[in-house]
């Protein structure tokens, strides 16, 4: 497509927000994050993420060759945490407006957003920043973002934009790809082809653990979800939201867009429904930390590969601390053999460890450090096996090209378990900080992962099975347990589960 007269903006904002964790997630949070790219302002946004699994890299693989002139807006995203501070989004939405209205005017505007962010002041932060994008460009000049499949999707973003597309995978696979899905609907509407939309709000929450798109039923409603689009139906977006958020607009919701108004209303009408009908099958089982350690062991006699346990409620990609120690302790006092757990966020553990140096033993207390669920830090005398200064670049499936700065890394070994730790927080999504010190993830007979889902892309291939664990942490799997004051009445807080709110709150 040709655009060579047209103007287009391109950045990004994003975070998950986990209103019930008590860390507030604040600007350095996103100025300095080390699991991606730290905000950033100006012509570095334009290039800086070429080859990268990420939603503006996939964007500008198709605007370039437009020969639209790309104007950057920043682009920024923190680690999952709690609330993000007032000072945080009013500064950076700030940023916003002044990088758009230096860009002004422009034809069309491209915007990589999460969809559930919360701020301390405002429940629908992309709501907010997609409104004042609005008022500075005008109600006719095309408005396009990106989602996570995670996004919280509001009426108010819904409204807003002219059109928004959503990751259709979790573990997370497809990111560029929805850039460049996005970026291919706003070069369209930007060319002067007028979108239809359609959106539906699901009536129950989804619990994190089984929204997975390789299991069901989220894999066939994907499927047919894209059998959907045809030359009617442009886009069709799933989010099956985020459900640790205590706002009205939390879960699940549909939308479609397309230049046929009736076509695409029923394909919103026909996920909608699919998403109805599949409500009993959002569940699975769950194991304690002993269950899974000792089934684990058990199952590990007789694998060639390793068995996996996924931490799923410490997972650091949704808010978790990623130090809580119940899953460590099993392993510990089972005294499980060729296991390792990771990545446990303890900075201290990995200073200690570095001042004590590799091959030496250091006594120390290793994790929950946040201080969180009333435990208490694993006091151990550790062999410092391995060390590392936490620079690596993942090779994953899904994290392909990201850098990570994890400052200070260590690993531990007491008996047959082994500990990663890090200084900045990780979600376990990619092999890379276990090889970067020196675990061959695939050797190993037991691996437990801080994480709930996102582990499966580059995990998976290599294991025998897949245990979820229920260990402390701030993502808990059944919504009912949360206590949430904000959400719309009526909404059922888990599949087939109570409405709220609950009677006896
Ligand atoms: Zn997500």
Redesign the pocket.
Known sequence: MNLHDKRIAVGGFLH?TNTFQQQRTTYADFAEAGDRTPLTRGPQVLERFSGVNTSIAGALDVLRPTGATLLPLPWTSATPSGYVTEDAFERIAGMFVEDLRTALPVHGVFLSLHGAMVAEHCEDPEGELLASVRSLVGPNVPVVASL???SNTTPRMFELADAMVAYTT?P?VDMAETGRKAARLLSLATSGRRLEKAYRQVPYLIPLTWQCSTLEPSRSIYAAAARLIDERVASTSYTPGFPAADIRECGAAVFTYGWDRDATQAAAESIYRMVLEAEPQYAGRLYSPNEAVREAMRRSQSASRPILLADTQDNPGAGGSADTVGLLEALLRQRAQGAVIGVLHDAEAARAAHATGRGRTVTVGVGAKSGAWGERPVVRSWTVERLGDGRMTCRGPMMTNWQLALGPMALLRFGGVCVAVSTKKVQAMDQEPFLHLGVEPRAERIVALKSSVHFRAHFEPIAEDVLVVESPGAMIVDPVMLPFKRLRPGLRMRPLGPTFPLVNQ
């Open positions: 998950e996570d499949l995670h979790y997370h």
